[in-house]
């Protein structure tokens, strides 16, 4: 078995591979890094950043309610369209357009720099899809709204790299990971998830909490329904379902819903969960 | 005169072994050892249960995972083994 780690993603990540190259991990090593540059939204010249700043473009004409359309790359296309996605899917509850509430919130730039002070909490954002249109090879914002993509980017990339490195591989994109095939043994690749140890096979899982990405006042977990840093009784989910994607999203969703509600809500979705 | 003041100063000294040896026996009398006194300063019995303080600093909080177990709910037809993980779902 090959394996691999580094840095990136505001993590560490793992690659793991049953009759994979070193090459090949070190190719996926790299395209991650790709992407993170890319969809950072620490990094002005980002292309998450440009379009996010294209709402605020000239072609933003007064009087229109959106910017202008931008043309966006296939992969910043699709993860638009997830986000969509996770909009629906999780009720409203996973919100990529509460970037202006946490940047309010103090979370203004690379977290190794420190919080900056809070400024007033924007009002609730509106529903996903009255801020954010995407076309093929396009996207558009309504003005002042701001994309991030989060632990989405995250979830979809380790779905991504597990299936293009091979049948029997694990990625862990900080924390966010995708066990494809049996591992070493056949029966499943052995992952920590909560005090436990599980095989998983075909199977991923991935964590949500505001224990980490936290200061004084205030953490990264916007609840979309206020507006600002979510009020849960729960601390730290983990789900394992059968993408990454889907994990951090029913992830995010039972945190929010908090302990009375998040089993009801994943008992359906989920083939298991861990709530701390 | 020089007897009669190195007499008192002898019974002067005298007079305060004895008082010392009175006033020491008392106080233990008076203070037995008891195991039920409390621990001084006093323990903390509900620090599992306080909710994580967020850093002054942007140094990450950490969880009161360590002192809360979670409440893991599994799915018929999963497996958990004894082997170590060789990785870990986590918050970052």
Same mark, same amino acid.
């Given at each position: 078995m090959e394996s691999l780690k580094f840095t990136a993603l505001g993590g560490e990540c793992e690659l793991f591979g049953v009759d994979v190259s070193p090459a090949a991990l070190a190719e996926g090593e790299a395209w991650v890094r790709r992407m993170d540059q890319r969809l950072t !939204?620490?990094?002005?010249? &980002?292309e998450l950043s440009r379009f996010n700043d294209s709402a605020f +473009?000239? %072609? &933003?004409?007064?009087? %229109? !309610?959106f910017g202008g359309w931008v043309a966006v790359s296939r992969d910043l296309e699709l993860l638009l369209r997830e986000s969509l996605r996770a909009y629906v899917e999780s009720d409203g509850l996973v *919100?990529? =357009?509460?970037l202006p509430a946490l940047r309010a919130a =103090?979370? +203004? !730039?690379?977290f190794d720099a420190g919080p900056t002070a809070p400024t007033a909490a924007p009002p609730a954002p509106a529903p996903l899809p009255e801020l954010l249109e995407v076309r093929h090879g396009g996207a558009r914002l309504v003005k002042g709204a701001a994309i991030d993509l989060g632990g989405i980017a995250k979830g979809w990339m380790a779905d991504r790299l597990a299936e293009h490195l091979g049948t029997n591989v694990l990625v862990n994109l900080a924390g966010d990971l995708f066990a494809r095939g049996g591992g070493e043994t056949g029966e499943g690749w052995p992952v920590g998830f909560g005090d436990k140890t599980l095989l998983l096979k075909d199977m991923a899982a991935a964590t949500s909490g505001t +224990?980490? !990405?936290?200061?004084t006042g205030g *953490? *990264?977990?916007?609840?979309p329904r206020t507006g600002v840093p979510a009020q849960s009784d729960l601390s730290e989910v983990s789900v394992f379902v059968s993408t990454a994607t889907a994990a951090e999203i029913y992830a995010k969703v039972a945190l929010l819903l908090g302990s009375r509600d998040a089993p009801k809500w994943l008992e359906s979705r989920s083939q298991g969960w861990s709530l701390t | 005169m020089t007897m009669d003041r190195a007499a008192a100063l002898r019974a002067g000294a005298a007079l305060f072994a004895a008082a010392a040896f009175v006033g020491s026996a008392s106080y233990v009398v008076a203070h037995p050892k008891n195991d039920a006194a409390p621990l001084q300063p006093p323990a903390e019995t509900d620090l599992a249960l306080r909710t994580p303080v967020p850093s002054a600093t942007a140094t990450p909080a950490r969880s009161a995972r360590a002192t809360l177990a979670p409440r893991i709910t599994l799915a018929p037809g999963v497996k958990p083994t004894v082997l170590p993980g060789i990785t870990f779902t986590h918050v970052s």
């Open positions: !939204r620490f990094n002005p010249w &980002s +473009t000239p %072609r &933003s004409e007064a009087g %229109r !309610r *919100h990529a =357009g509460v =103090g979370y +203004t !730039r690379d +224990t980490k !990405r936290a200061w *953490h *990264h977990l916007i609840d | -």
